[in-house]
Each structure stands twice: as structure tokens, then as C-alpha cells.
């Protein structure tokens, strides 16, 4: 009877992490034949624009659903690392990189999606962080200094090391909620502005509150990206410590309590970016190859 109890408890435990979060498409590839090299896609909050790039975050390209037309934004040195739309998804920021004299400088640019200008918004530094934007300003460190502020009633988050500023009614504040020796990477602040999400190396993905207490552990998955309020979207991968040997996309609730594989492991997908109010995700494979999913929450 003690087995039948605990063989009833474990499958309990499976059906629950293993739920039918979402209902989705069947996957269908963007930009066959026409591009290559399409890693690393960043959708805009609308889902009308996506934005990606080569293995090795050089060519940052911007594809439009609308017009059916993806053009290039920078072809300079890591410029999709750190690529970002704004809210209104009118301008993208990103962090260029190039060689001055012997010396890796970066500085952050802003592309204007409606004039196609760009323009840089702050001096070249050798270190620069990962830009927070909103329609009106973008905040950004160079050289641990910081470069403009967001407005109070913005919420944003980045990351130093093992150490997540979250700035919250014009005040930054530094939290380490996880050991980490390696750092964190893939933070963001929920589009309630209520919680933030990110990956500890070597320990997985977590949702804090905006004090820094952890309010979900969601597992060792890696690119995780907010669905929403209480979704979230990651890769689920496997490597042998050389090379890939599985990698999948998954969405799971933001509290960790039920998980759902949308690939298959051996499909090799990986990176994922989503847009709520357009109901789509797209990923790259491992090839260099973007696909994209329509998905209805159930």
C-alpha cells in the first residue's frame, strides 16, 4: 500500500510539471531562401518586428512583418549582443563594437526604424552595459559611469556580475538574491513591472520581486523570456561540454508550478523571443535558422 501511495504521489508530481499550458502552431520557418545566418531574434513588444543576427552577434537585421522587408542595421562587431526594441518599438538601441587602436571600444546607438538614421548616444567606453530603453530615454553605464536616467516611473534591471540593479522610482538598487561565481545573465522586468526574471549560471532561472526575494526557482533553463505576466519562455538544453547535444523550447508558469515542451529535444531550437499581444515565438535552431509558432494560452 506504501509503494501504491508514493507510485500515485510521483505520478501526481509529473503531471503536474509536465501540463497543457498553451495550445501552439506547428513551427514554420521565416525568411527561407532569402536570409542566412539568423541567430539570436528579438521580437518587439507588438510582434511586428524582429530583430536578429550572425553566430557571432555581428550583421544586426531588422525583419517587418508589414512590409515583408528585413534591413540591415549595423554591421559592426557584436551590435545584436545587446540589441533592444523600445516599447513603441519606433527605435532599437544596441552596443557597437570596434577596434581603436589595438582597443575594443562600444558605445550605444540608436536606430530609428521609421528613417533608418542611427546615432550614438553615449562616449566609447571599454565596458558598456546592456542599454534599459523606454519610448523617451535609454539608461546605460560606460565605464561604471552611468550614462542618462530613466524616467521615476520607470521599472528596469541590469546586471554587474553576480549582482542585478533594479531601479525602481528613480533609485538603483543592487540585490544578489543566488550564488553565482559565474554571474547572471537573460534579466528582465516583467510587463507588469511588478517582478524581474534571470538566469544564475550554474543554478538556473528565477523570478524575484523587485526587492530581491526569490518568489520561483523555475529550473536549469537557459534565454528566458516573460510570456506575459505569468509565463515564461526558455530553452531547455543539453550539452556535453563541447557541444550542443539537445536543445528544445518550453513555457512554463512564472511560479515554477507546471511546465510544457513546445519542441521536440532533438530539434535543436534554441533562443527564444515572444510577444504576448501578437501571440507568437520565434527561435533560432542551431543551424542558423529562424522558425515561428503562433500560441493560444489554454
Keep these: ?26 513551427p514554420k520557418p521565416l525568411l527561407k531562401g532569402v536570409e542566412r545566418e539568423m541567430y539570436y531574434p528579438i521580437l518587439s513588444e507588438d510582434g511586428t518586428r524582429l530583430l536578429f543576427s550572425n553566430v557571432d552577434f555581428s550583421g544586426l537585421r531588422m525583419y517587418d512583418y508589414n512590409d515583408n522587408v528585413t534591413v540591415t542595421i549595423s554591421e559592426e562587431a557584436r551590435a545584436g549582443f545587446d540589441a533592444v ?26 536606430y530609428n526604424v ?3 538614421n542611427v546615432v550614438a548616444v553615449t562616449p566609447q567606453g571599454r565596458m558598456v552595459a546592456r542599454p534599459a530603453a523606454t519610448n523617451s530615454n535609454v539608461a546605460t553605464m560606460v565605464d561604471g559611469k552611468i550614462v542618462s536616467r530613466l524616467n521615476n516611473k520607470d521599472v528596469s534591471v541590469r546586471i554587474d556580475g553576480s549582482t542585478l540593479f533594479i531601479t ?12 553565482s561565481y559565474a554571474g547572471y545573465l537573460w534579466a528582465s522586468v ?14 538556473g532561472a528565477f523570478v524575484i520581486d523587485l526587492q530581491g526575494n526569490v518568489i520561483a526557482e523555475l529550473g536549469n533553463y537557459e534565454s528566458p523570456v516573460w510570456y506575459g505576466n505569468d509565463l515564461v519562455v526558455a530553452m531547455n538544453a543539453d550539452d556535453n561540454g563541447y557541444q550542443y547535444c ?7 508558469r512564472a511560479d ?36 515561428e509558432m503562433n500560441v493560444t494560452i489554454k
Design 114 to 116: 521609421a528613417t533608418g
Design 168 to 179: 525602481r522610482n528613480g533609485v538603483e538598487k543592487a540585490y544578489s538574491p543566488v550564488e
Design 246 to 252: 539537445s536543445s528544445q523550447i518550453i513555457i512554463m
Design 85 to 110: 526594441f523600445t516599447p513603441d518599438g519606433r527605435a532599437v538601441y544596441f552596443v557597437a563594437q570596434q577596434n581603436v587602436d589595438g582597443l575594443n571600444m562600444r558605445q550605444v546607438k540608436q
Design 1 to 26: 500500500m506504501k509503494h501504491l501511495l508514493l507510485t500515485l504521489a510521483a505520478a501526481a508530481c509529473i503531471s503536474q510539471v509536465q501540463a497543457q499550458i498553451v495550445e501552439t502552431s506547428t
Design 256 to 291: 515554477g508550478s507546471e511546465m510544457q515542451e513546445l519542441t521536440r529535444p532533438e530539434s535543436m531550437a534554441m533562443n527564444p523571443t515572444a510577444s504576448f499581444s501578437a501571440g507568437k515565438i520565434v527561435y533560432n535552431t542551431i543551424d542558423g535558422r529562424l522558425y
Design 190 to 203: 516583467s510587463p507588469d513591472k511588478t517582478k524581474v526574471l534571470f538566469f544564475a549560471a550554474g543554478k
